[in-house]
């Protein structure tokens, strides 16, 4: 592993102690009582509009405040502190999808301590804290008293911020922009964003598409055009890195009704085979969908099997779009199954109507 830059680890720190340090310094020291300079230190800090409550641990009990972004060698381990009693914080999300025994997060009665052991590149992101200002069991942000800061763990074997997925499926709606998250670990690398058919570098002019070293490429105003599959490659002293692929997916979620797709498993069937005909929803993650099915033998009362569900999918940086499905199956396809498989989708805005063709070979 290697380090392209350390930040905050002076040999010596001058800077002015905050309130409350030497209390948390490690037991066996001998401890100054305080001075009134500290107390006419902090009634000036609580004097400001915001304060920025997170520090960082150094050796030996020093701290020092953190800058908006800080680069560590995967491997390292950081100790981060938020001043408050009741401290919230947020970190990347898949520290605790696997439940990583690496984080431990404790209160104490001055300040909530966060430590992240054996750092690797995927711990690379934003981690931010706040304090709760609470009256009874209801709670809210305090925006006066946060703190936030981007990490970069640099690995130069792995200069794209790893994911759980070797593919990834990124949704493009002309409403609001879209993120191909190919995050890098090391904030000076070089990064390029290539289009697999036809082979291309897609250009980025810096206005309609971006790179943002904390989110990746960002299209401004997706269009159909964007549509395909593309991936990143990125440089920083050595051999370039690619990054997994990204499906890019056009689709628009209008403020309507469903925006609605249907597919049979096969268009033409034979005798005593089983297909199965799916009508799907793609919509804003908040809104529910109701399936109805118009099918061959439905005034017979043909026994069918009829499946609903929905997930959402994250598409990064917040943006999630919720995928509803209805399956209907059929067994032992026979002649009175054969025709037109319709599927009614309807939401509080209206309802779509969708249909397909199975006939009997």
């Given at each position: 592993l290697f380090i392209l830059l350390v930040t905050g680890q002076p040999a010596k720190n001058k800077r002015p102690k905050e309130p409350g340090e030497n209390k948390i310094k490690p037991v066996n020291k001998k401890v100054k009582p305080q001075t009134p300079k500290m107390k006419e230190r902090e009634s000036a800090d609580s004097s400001l509009k915001s304060q920025s409550i997170l520090t960082q641990v150094m050796d030996k009990g020093r701290f020092q405040k953190l800058p908006a972004t800080l680069s560590l060698s995967a491997g390292q381990s950081i100790e981060l502190r938020c001043k408050g009693s009741n401290v919230t914080w947020n970190y990347p999300s898949y520290l605790d999808t696997f439940k990583d025994s690496r984080l431990s997060i404790k209160q104490l009665d001055r300040y909530s301590q966060l430590i992240l052991a054996n750092s690797t590149a995927a711990d690379t992101g934003e981690y931010s804290c706040w304090l709760q200002l609470c009256n009874g069991d209801k709670c809210r942000k305090d925006e006066t008293k946060t703190g936030s800061t981007y990490i970069f763990f640099t690995d130069k074997e792995e200069l794209f911020v790893p994911t759980p997925s070797y593919f990834e499926i990124v949704y493009l709606n002309p409403d609001k922009p879209a993120?191909?998250?190919?995050?890098?670990?090391?904030?000076?690398?070089?990064?390029?964003?290539?289009?697999?058919?036809?082979?291309?570098?897609?250009?980025t002019d810096g206005t309609d598409i971006i790179y943002d070293v904390k989110k990746g490429f960002v299209y401004q105003h997706p269009t159909s055009d964007h549509k395909g599959i593309v991936y990143c490659k990125a440089e920083s002293q050595g051999a370039p890195q690619i990054s997994i692929k990204y499906h890019l997916l056009y689709v628009e979620v209008p403020k309507g009704p469903p925006s609605t797709t249907i597919v049979a498993s096969s268009n033409r069937a034979e005798v005593s085979d089983s297909i199965h005909v799916i009508c799907t929803v793609l919509g804003e993650p908040d809104v529910d969908v109701n399936f109805r099915w118009q099918y061959p033998g439905q005034e017979s009362e043909r026994p069918l099997i009829i499946q609903n569900f929905w997930r959402l999918i994250n598409r990064g940086t917040g943006h999630t779009t919720r995928i509803s499905k209805s399956v209907l199956l059929v067994e032992d396809f026979e002649a009175g199954d054969a025709g037109n498989y319709i599927c009614i989708a309807q939401n509080l805005q209206g309802e779509t109507t969708v249909?397909?063709?199975?006939?009997?070979?």
């Amino acid at each position: 592993l290697f380090i392209l830059l350390v930040t905050g680890q002076p040999a010596k720190n001058k800077r002015p102690k905050e309130p409350g340090e030497n209390k948390i310094k490690p037991v066996n020291k001998k401890v100054k009582p305080q001075t009134p300079k500290m107390k006419e230190r902090e009634s000036a800090d609580s004097s400001l509009k915001s304060q920025s409550i997170l520090t960082q641990v150094m050796d030996k009990g020093r701290f020092q405040k953190l800058p908006a972004t800080l680069s560590l060698s995967a491997g390292q381990s950081i100790e981060l502190r938020c001043k408050g009693s009741n401290v919230t914080w947020n970190y990347p999300s898949y520290l605790d999808t696997f439940k990583d025994s690496r984080l431990s997060i404790k209160q104490l009665d001055r300040y909530s301590q966060l430590i992240l052991a054996n750092s690797t590149a995927a711990d690379t992101g934003e981690y931010s804290c706040w304090l709760q200002l609470c009256n009874g069991d209801k709670c809210r942000k305090d925006e006066t008293k946060t703190g936030s800061t981007y990490i970069f763990f640099t690995d130069k074997e792995e200069l794209f911020v790893p994911t759980p997925s070797y593919f990834e499926i990124v949704y493009l709606n002309p409403d609001k922009p879209a993120v191909i998250p190919c995050r890098v670990t090391t904030p000076s690398a070089k990064v390029t964003l290539h289009r697999e058919f036809p082979a291309e570098e897609i250009e980025t002019d810096g206005t309609d598409i971006i790179y943002d070293v904390k989110k990746g490429f960002v299209y401004q105003h997706p269009t159909s055009d964007h549509k395909g599959i593309v991936y990143c490659k990125a440089e920083s002293q050595g051999a370039p890195q690619i990054s997994i692929k990204y499906h890019l997916l056009y689709v628009e979620v209008p403020k309507g009704p469903p925006s609605t797709t249907i597919v049979a498993s096969s268009n033409r069937a034979e005798v005593s085979d089983s297909i199965h005909v799916i009508c799907t929803v793609l919509g804003e993650p908040d809104v529910d969908v109701n399936f109805r099915w118009q099918y061959p033998g439905q005034e017979s009362e043909r026994p069918l099997i009829i499946q609903n569900f929905w997930r959402l999918i994250n598409r990064g940086t917040g943006h999630t779009t919720r995928i509803s499905k209805s399956v209907l199956l059929v067994e032992d396809f026979e002649a009175g199954d054969a025709g037109n498989y319709i599927c009614i989708a309807q939401n509080l805005q209206g309802e779509t109507t969708v249909a397909t063709k199975v006939e009997l070979n």
